[in-house]
C-alpha cells in the first residue's frame, strides 16, 4: 500500500509523439537510371549520342542534386507545380503517345532546382517531371527518360 501510494509524485506520462509528416518531395528524393530518350525538334546532339546517356544516373538528396549534363551542387533550391503530361508533351514538342511510352504518367508535378544565386557559376538548374516510379528531365533539346534506382 506504502509503494502505490509513493509513486503519486512521479511526473505524467508524457504524449505520445507525433509521427512525423511525409516528406511532400519524397517522390523526387533518391537515385534515377537514365533507360531512355527522345529528340526533340530543336535536339543539339544525335541519336547515337543521346543514347550514350543510358545507364548513367541523376542523384537528388535533400540538400542537392547531380546529374550529367549540369554536374553536382549541394545546396539547391526548389520549386515545384502540378502538370499534366498532355500540357507538358506540347510544351517539349513530344507525341503526347511518345512521352507516355516512357513511363510519364498523370499526375506529373514538375520540380525546378536551383544551384545557389543565378549568375555565380555554380551548376546549372535542373528540371525534372516526376510521375510516380518515372520521370522526364530534358537537356539541349532531347528528353530522357529516368527510372528509380532500386
Given at each position: 500500500m506504502i509503494a502505490l501510494a509513493g509513486c503519486g509524485w512521479l511526473p505524467p506520462d508524457s504524449p505520445p509523439a507525433k509521427p512525423v509528416p511525409p516528406d511532400p518531395e519524397a517522390a523526387l528524393l533518391g537515385g534515377w537510371t537514365i533507360t531512355d530518350h527522345v529528340l526533340g525538334p530543336r535536339a543539339l546532339i544525335s541519336e547515337y549520342d543521346a543514347a550514350e546517356f543510358h545507364g548513367r544516373t541523376v542523384a537528388i538528396s535533400a540538400t542537392g542534386y547531380a546529374s550529367p549534363w549540369s554536374g553536382g551542387c549541394d545546396d539547391a533550391a526548389r520549386q515545384h507545380q502540378p502538370r499534366a503530361v498532355a500540357e507538358l508533351a506540347t510544351e517539349l514538342g513530344l507525341a503526347r503517345d511518345r512521352a507516355a511510352s516512357l513511363g510519364l504518367?498523370?499526375?506529373v508535378v514538375?520540380?525546378?532546382l536551383s544551384c545557389g544565386r543565378v549568375g555565380t557559376g555554380r551548376a546549372p538548374p535542373l528540371t525534372l517531371y516526376v510521375g510516380g516510379a518515372h520521370a522526364l528531365?530534358?537537356?539541349?533539346?532531347?528528353c530522357y527518360a529516368l527510372t528509380r534506382r532500386p
Open positions: 504518367a498523370d499526375p514538375e520540380y525546378r528531365t530534358c537537356w539541349s533539346g532531347v
